[in-house]
């Protein structure tokens, strides 16, 4: 076993005790009762296969990472997902990008852009099929609180007053930003995004920013790329992979 592996089955090893998911089980050493009923009977790549082409996010639990587990058969799996691709800068918009003085945006700029360079391979209906938390359009004096830093989705035009947050912010409509809000993950609007403020307030957002339409910012915006952000958030509306090996764990509590 080199290196590398041997840390990455030490690290899934804790993740699946802090889920209640006790053995770690190699697929070349099967002696789980359960799992070796499932490989005599011959539908072990089966029940693989089935569960990474029935793919449900919302069904799976997620471990850390990219890393998720979800049952099969009484069985847990371990599955890998590879991140959509999705373009590595921190403001794309499919409009005209309009910053005044102060306005920072560390990381690439890509203004009028279309089909790939806007939101690459991602899916948005997949992304809202998803959403933790679903609300209308409307003014909001801070960010809502998003379950488990997954997906929130507006569905209309949206004014954030500031705010804490993380994960995926989907917005229907325009969004407005007026005060301080911070946020790490991706945003997506699909209109246009204008970003003001007055005095010391300041939003600050990790990751990357979308906006179908267009975009301005005064010198109270700040956004920050991080390909590390994105890709975490993203993965779960990746491309789902086995983890070779190791893909097969006993759920609930044993000795």
């Not at 912010?169 to 945003?187: E, K, P």
């Not at 920013?209 to 005064?218: K, L, M, N, R």
């Not at 390909?227 to 759920?251: E, H, Q, Y």
Request: proline content about 4%; some cysteine.
């Amino acid at each position: 076993m080199t290196l590398f592996s041997a840390v990455l089955t030490l690290v899934v090893s804790l993740a699946l005790m802090a889920a209640s998911s006790v053995f770690l089980l190699n697929e070349t050493r099967l002696s789980e009762q359960a799992v070796t009923r499932v490989q005599s009977m011959g539908l072990a790549e089966v029940e693989i296969a089935d569960a990474l082409a029935a793919w449900d996010e919302r069904a799976a639990t997620p471990l850390g990472g990219c890393l998720f587990l979800v049952e099969r058969s009484g069985l847990g799996l371990l599955v890998h997902l590879t991140p959509p691709a999705f373009p590595q800068a921190g403001l794309v918009s499919g409009g005209h990008v309009t910053l005044g003085p102060g306005a920072i945006i560390d990381g690439v700029v890509d203004s009028l852009a279309s089909g790939p360079a806007l939101i690459g391979d991602l899916d948005l209906g997949r992304v809202a099929r998803a959403a933790a938390l679903t609300l209308s359009g409307g003014s909001y004096g801070v960010l809502p609180e998003n379950p488990a830093g997954g997906v929130i989705h507006l569905l209309g035009d949206a004014e954030l007053g500031g705010g804490d947050g993380g994960g995926v912010l989907l917005v229907d409509g325009n969004l407005t930003i007026r005060g301080s809000l911070t946020f790490s993950g991706v945003v997506l609007v699909r209109g246009a995004l204008e970003v003001s403020g007055s005095g010391t307030s300041s939003s600050h957002l990790y990751g990357s920013v979308v906006t179908f339409i267009g975009a301005t910012g005064d010198s109270t915006m700040r956004v920050t790329y991080s390909k590390a952000i994105v890709d975490n958030v993203l993965c779960r509306f990746g491309t789902p992979r086995k983890l070779r090996g190791m893909s097969w764990t006993r759920l609930g509590q044993g000795g």
